[in-house]
């Protein structure tokens, strides 16, 4: 199965800034990655499809880039609401695989 | 709107089997795959199988293989998840999900509210 690797684990920042988070994964996924984001005691989101499509309705702030193995997912200015557990996931292959999160905490 | 309503929670002894439903509306069922997610208190997402709404196939993670069983009800519009042979380590919240689109049905958007399901003696 393909492992995606979230790093940094944990991301401490202020309202305002410029978040980026990486997702590595362990062969070629192509373009099919997607972020989710996740806030306590709710289920996840899609922010960003096939790398960098933004889903419908999530501001323009978020943005993706990648390819291959390697992707990021930006967030331009941090927003209150922004702080929340960020996961990537590949649909190349079977089994469809998460990465372990990045946690955006307020600083 | 697109909604996915899940069942409630529930607490089931080790070796027990749990059966876990989710009612879609907003949106024409059977164009759509399904897939069931779980995720263990504090931990991660895990996806457990997928079930394509309009012609029932289905394909299950091998982690998982054996042990659930993911159908549907077109009918009624209802998504459902069987696990049998409970362990603790099956205490998760259990999430469906719908394809995202009728091409793109690997990504997960929207979700439903979840299912807490606790295995313990």
């Known amino acids: 199965e393909i492992v995606l690797t979230q790093s940094p684990a944990t991301l401490s920042l202020s309202p305002g800034e410029r978040a980026t988070l990486s997702c590595r994964t362990s062969q070629s996924v192509s373009r099919y990655l997607a972020w989710y984001q996740q806030k306590p005691g709710q289920a996840p989101r899609l922010l960003i499809y096939?790398?960098?499509n933004r889903a419908t309705g999530i501001p323009a702030r978020f943005g993706g880039s990648g390819s291959e193995t390697d992707f990021t997912l930006t967030i331009s200015s941090l927003e209150p609401e922004d702080f929340a557990i960020y996961y990537c996931h590949q649909r190349s292959n079977w089994p469809l695989t998460f990465g372990g999160g990045t946690k955006v905490e307020i600083k | 709107q697109v909604q996915l309503v899940q069942s409630g929670a529930e607490v089931k002894k080790p070796g027990a089997s749990v059966n876990v439903s989710c009612k879609a509306s907003g949106y024409t069922f059977t164009n759509y795959a399904m897939h069931w997610v779980r995720q263990a208190p504090g931990q991660g997402l895990e996806w457990m199988g997928w079930i394509y709404a309009g012609t029932g196939n289905t394909r299950y993670s091998e982690k998982f293989q054996g042990r659930v069983t993911i159908s549907r009800d077109t009918s009624a519009s209802t998504l459902y998840m069987a696990l049998s042979n409970l362990r603790s380590e099956d205490t998760a919240v259990y999430y469906c999900?719908?394809?995202?689109?009728?091409?793109?049905?690997?990504?997960?958007?929207?979700w439903g509210q979840g299912t807490l399901v606790t295995v313990s003696s």
């Open positions: 096939d790398a960098s």
């Open positions: 999900a719908r394809g995202a689109t009728p091409t793109n049905g690997n990504c997960f958007d929207p």
